[in-house]
């Protein structure tokens, strides 16, 4: 058994067509005297298959009861123009068998709308539902345009750790991954023979303290000085507390890296990738999309042709700071030179001031990474992130710190152990170049393309703090 025959591809037919096959599972079913409507999907489109089953179909009266919501089914008939004006075709079964069951006693996918909250609790069956559904397709979309653009740039794809012994952020979000028995933990005993507090890792798995990354960035930078450009597309792992409809302790993120680039052609790339993915999307997504529109963001469309027909606005941190001073706001987190932008202001800054996305540059070292390239001023570094309305910040990115001594002495400033980053240091000992790149979470770019008001809701199996049942 092999369906070869999606609904999708079923209702781009142009002509009436016999002896058609297709398999999906029940959304509804209408009963009326001699026939029964039901409305099949098989997950290709969001689009259902209307089939009408005449009481003379064979073992009709017995099949009938059975015909019930979230039951799959395989059915062989023929597509016929559609009476009804909703759709252009319809199959007339002549054969309907059901494959397996669905109890409307327990069933919880029944026609009543459920709340995206209980969903999360139904996690294996979600899927099943247009929502989450129309996100996935979207999720796929998305992959496919995000490859074909790097591919069609000349970029190597590359595969980054996932277990790794360097926190490339260094914000301490790390999980740990040990083998050591919690229960008894090998402490390192001084030169007496007493029990330090210190963790003996030597005796760890990895003989050091190992866990799951932050980012591919680090290891990015070893491929793009040697390959040029590369990308990387993978699982990041972040132990984030804060239980926000933005933040996800397991997501993924894209993060390009280009030798002999600056922050301008890094700016650059960034725009027309964003673009690009959306444009991509709109255009091969266009059911889904539709949906979205209709049941979770009416103002999608226009959202999205914001972001493709304009030219992402570009200022400073300080031009920013200035900016939200001067707005008479009275924001929760309060505004001054040196804070890190909470989400609150970057809303303001795209939804109020610019009402499109901005990138912004120049931010104070003390907020940001210890990898970004000092600027002349000995204050500000050459990052940028990229905010969206609705969402904020979907893009960080920066030029690298290309020079041995300042980055060196950026790691000191930063609290961090010269000894772990050896190898990122060599980097600009042999052969160091300018070098760019940025990441771009995934989830949140599909927040915004899809209008889901939740991380949890744009990603088939979500991680966060104290979430992990799927
Ligand atoms: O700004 P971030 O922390 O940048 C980096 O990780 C750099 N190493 C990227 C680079 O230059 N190669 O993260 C990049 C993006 C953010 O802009 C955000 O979209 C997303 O990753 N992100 C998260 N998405 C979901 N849940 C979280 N907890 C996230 N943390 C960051
Ligand atoms: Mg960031």
Request: glycine content about 8%.
């Amino acid at each position: 058994m092999y369906n070869t025959n999606s609904i999708k591809e079923i209702l781009n037919y142009t002509e009436e067509k016999t002896g058609l096959t297709v398999y999906g599972w029940i959304r509804t079913k209408r009963e009326s005297k001699t026939f029964s409507f039901i409305e099949l999907n098989d997950g290709s489109t969001i689009q259902n298959l209307q089939i009408i089953i005449n009481d003379t179909v064979p073992g009709y009266s017995d099949t009938i009861s059975t015909l019930t919501t979230g039951a799959s089914v395989e059915v062989v008939g023929n597509l016929v123009a559609s009476q009804g004006g909703k759709q252009k075709f319809e199959i007339q079964a002549q054969s309907v068998k059901v494959l397996g069951v669905a109890s409307p006693d327990e069933y919880p996918l029944q026609k009543k709308k459920h709340t995206l909250e209980y969903l999360r609790e139904i996690g294996h069956l979600r899927p099943r539902t247009n929502t989450i559904a129309a996100v996935l397709r979207v999720r796929n979309a998305a992959c496919f345009a995000i490859h074909t653009f790097f591919q069609e740039r000349g970029f190597n794809y590359i595969q980054t750790p996932v277990i790794t012994a360097s926190d490339c952020e260094g914000a301490g979000q790390m999980f740990q991954v040990t083998t050591l028995e919690l229960e008894k933990i090998p402490f390192i005993k001084d030169s007496n023979g007493k029990t330090t507090n210190e963790i003996d890792y030597s005796k760890d798995f990895f003989g050091k303290k190992a866990g799951l990354t932050v980012s591919g960035q680090l290891e990015g930078e070893i491929m793009a000085t040697a390959l040029g450009k590369i990308y990387t597309f993978g699982p990041t792992f972040r132990a984030e507390h804060s239980n926000t409809t933005r933040h996800l302790a397991e997501f993924w993120m894209i993060e390009p890296e280009m030798a002999f680039c600056d922050i301008f052609g890094n700016m650059d790339l960034a725009e027309k990738f964003v673009k690009s993915i959306v444009s991509y999307v709109m255009k091969e997504c266009k059911d889904d999309l539709d949906f979205f529109t209709q049941y979770i963001s009416p103002d999608l469309m226009s959202n999205l042709a914001v972001v493709i027909e304009n030219k992402f606005e570009r200022i400073t941190y300080t031009d920013a700071v200035d900016i939200l001073l001067k707005s008479g706001v009275k924001f929760e987190y309060p505004v001054q030179w040196g804070i890190d932008l909470q989400s609150e202001h970057e809303k303001y800054i795209t939804e109020v001031v610019y009402k499109k996305p901005v990138i912004v540059t120049g931010y104070p070292k003390e907020i940001k990474a210890f990898y970004m390239k000092l600027n002349d001023d000995g204050k500000t570094v050459r990052a940028m992130d990229i905010l969206v309305p609705r969402l904020g910040e979907i893009i960080g990115g920066s030029e690298r710190e290309d020079n041995y001594e300042k980055l060196c002495a950026r790691i000191k400033e930063c609290g961090l152990n010269e000894e772990d980053y050896w190898w990122y240091l060599e980097l600009r000992k042999f052969g160091s170049v300018p070098h760019a790149g940025f990441g771009l979470g995934f989830e949140r770019l599909i927040q915004f393309i899809t209008g889901m008001q939740n991380i949890r809701d744009v990603i088939a199996f979500p991680r966060a703090f104290k979430t992990a049942e799927f």
